[in-house]
């Protein structure tokens, strides 16, 4: 494989130069570690990585195309047996896949265990124990009659070369959510990791080291040009998860090739919060789904709607649990200074445009350390309530009722998911039923991206991909319908020759079956019985 060492970015003093206006432009920016007075050799280049040329990917994909036919003649239950692997080797190395990404991406370590290691081992125990039973040929009921000796069955075939192209922001979860169950249903993939976590990619790979042939996953390292090259290299699925901007760019390319996609895209999530909640869970859930992550969660909570109310007893308690948050312990730094420049614009425009801050507010320029910021926002027109922040900042807007807050939630562009936050449970499936959201969660925010069985989705800017659960297998394959003919007869009714009596027979046929009133079905079926004896003579 033709590669280059890598210009790719090292942990290091946080970069002030930023171009927030340019979000395609290759990184070349430096990252810190979460705040570095609590990480110790933050500072220090991480080890290198070797840049895979664009020139080469298109090689990638051609070895994975040889080495898919084999993995795909593997009986399934051996390929689970052999994935099944990869949850012990997650366990096991538990501590330093924390570590990795706590000093790639600036996550808390308690984050990066909860969300990038356990959930995975329920994502492998989930997809290992039931793909035999999930890519099981299945019946298609056929009438005996109209379809005499034949049976057909539904094969699910796996798709050929998966490329899989992620973000940063979870860099081992979202990765090994399509890994494992395409493996798993007997594709090759090539995977492109984000640059600003390659070594992340890196670790996800070696997971599967001396499981799979070689050839059937590999790894693709470097910015946007590599992701591009992948996409043109005629492979047979793109699954990608990140931006609108570069969603929309995968998408005409694949569009132009006709290759299928899979796109899972930002979100600009609502939490809901009416007057009958349990107001300090909601306080506590709603700063969780805020801030975790630093707020650099396509599920993150960026817009409020509290029900008037209660909305100064709910504001009051979210803003007493955020200055309680512990910069570098309970929230880390942001990932990149190109992000945190974005979060800054927005938060700057949303004060312009009369939002009130009421914790935290912007760093020094150029710091990565964005403190969990809250606002009060009074109108809806700024980009802080409108465009992807992707970062900490919570602003919130006070609703008259209910039915104002879904209306504001349904205008977004953008339609991820959303929490309700009522004691009222009949309410809140009620209401579930009328948002635009591909998740809906009622007294929680998020977390279900980590459940293996569950449905991650969206419309709109969101994408429409879907991650876990057998719809995402059904993404991952393609079906393949199988008829078996076991008729004796030398032709069937509507095979050549084209003849009066089998036109006769097609629209006695269309009046029996609910194309006349009753005396002319029954009519009709006088007409058809004689055509029909016709057309079995050879007439
Ligand atoms: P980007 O869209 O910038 O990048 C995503 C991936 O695409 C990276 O690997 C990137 O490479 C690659 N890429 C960039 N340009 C191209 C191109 N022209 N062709 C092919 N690949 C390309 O997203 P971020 O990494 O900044 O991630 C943040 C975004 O991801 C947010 O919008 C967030 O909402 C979204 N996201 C969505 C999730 C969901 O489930 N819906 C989950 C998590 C995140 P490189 O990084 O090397 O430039």
């Known amino acids: 494989m033709e590669s280059k060492t890598a210009a790719l970015p090292h942990a290091g003093g946080a970069a002030a130069n930023a171009d927030a206006a340019a979000p395609s432009a290759p990184r ?49 239950g051996e390929r689970a047996e052999l994935i099944a692997k990869v949850k012990k080797r997650l366990l096991a190395r538990a501590e330093e896949i924390a570590a990795l990404v706590h000093r790639e991406c600036g996550k808390p370590i308690e984050e990066a265990a909860l969300a990038e290691v356990l959930p995975n081992a329920d994502l492998v125990d989930y997809w290992t124990s039931s793909i035999e039973e999930l890519l099981d040929e299945s019946p298609v009921d056929l009438d005996p009659i109209a379809y005499p000796g034949k049976t057909g069955r539904i094969r699910r075939d796996p798709r050929g070369v998966v490329a899989l192209i992620t973000p940063w922001n979870y860099p081992v979860a979202i990765p090994l959510r399509t890994l494992v169950p395409a493996l798993l249903a007997g594709n090759a993939v090539v995977f492109k990791p984000s640059e600003v976590a390659p070594r992340s990619g890196a670790l996800v790979a070696s997971l599967f080291e001396g499981l799979l042939p070689d050839g059937v996953l590999s790894v693709a390292q470097g910015g946007g040009d590599v ?36 796109l899972e895209l930002g979100g600009k999530d609502s939490a809901v919060v009416l007057g009958d909640c349990d107001l300090e869970r909601a306080a506590r859930g709603v700063v969780w789904g805020a801030f975790t992550n630093a707020g650099q969660s396509c599920a993150s909570i960026e817009r409020v709607y509290v029900e008037q109310a209660i909305a100064d007893r709910f504001i009051t308690r979210a803003v007493a649990l955020t200055r309680e948050l512990r910069p570098g312990v309970d929230v880390g730094a942001m990932t990149t200074a190109r992000q945190a420049a974005i979060v800054r614009r927005h938060l700057e425009a949303a004060v312009d445009d009369g939002a009130e801050i009421l914790a935290g507010g912007a760093p020094p320029e150029g710091s ?75 007294n929680n925010h998020g977390f279900t991206g980590a459940l293996p069985a569950a449905p991650w989705t969206g419309a709109g800017d969101s994408g429409s991909g879907v991650t876990s659960s057998p719809h995402a297998l059904a993404e991952l394959t393609r079906p393949r319908f199988v008829l078996d003919d076991r008729s004796r007869a030398k032709r069937e009714l509507w095979w050549y020759p084209y003849t009066p009596a089998l036109r006769t027979t097609a629209f006695a046929m269309a009046r029996v079956r609910g194309g006349a009133g009753l005396f002319g079905r029954v009519r009709a079926l006088v007409e058809l019985v004689a055509a029909l004896s016709r057309r079995l003579l050879g007439r």
């Not at 280049?45 to 993995?71: H, K, S």
């Open 368 to 442: 990565l350390a964005f403190p969990p910021t809250v606002l009060r926002a009074p109108r809806e027109d700024t980009p802080l309530l409108q465009e992807e922040t992707f970062g900490p900042v919570l602003p919130i807007v006070v609703v008259k009722d209910a039915e104002e807050a879904i209306a504001r939630t349904n205008a977004s562009r953008f339609a991820l998911t959303t929490s309700l936050w009522t004691r009222s449970h009949e309410r809140a499936h009620a209401l579930a039923r009328r948002l635009r959201a591909g998740v809906v969660t009622i």
């Open 28 to 76: 070349t920016e430096q990252r810190a570690g979460p705040f570095q007075a609590r990480t110790p050799g933050g500072e220090e280049p991480l080890d290198e990585i070797a840049e895979t040329a664009p020139g080469a990917v298109r090689e990638l994909v051609a070895r994975a195309r040889v080495a898919q036919v084999a993995w795909a003649e593997v009986p399934v």
């Open 227 to 262: 992701g591009a090259a992948l996409v043109d290299a005629g492979v047979d699925l793109v699954v990608f998860t990140g931006g609108v901007a570069t969603g929309k760019k995968i998408a005409v390319a694949c569009a132009e090739r006709l290759v299928p996609t899979s």
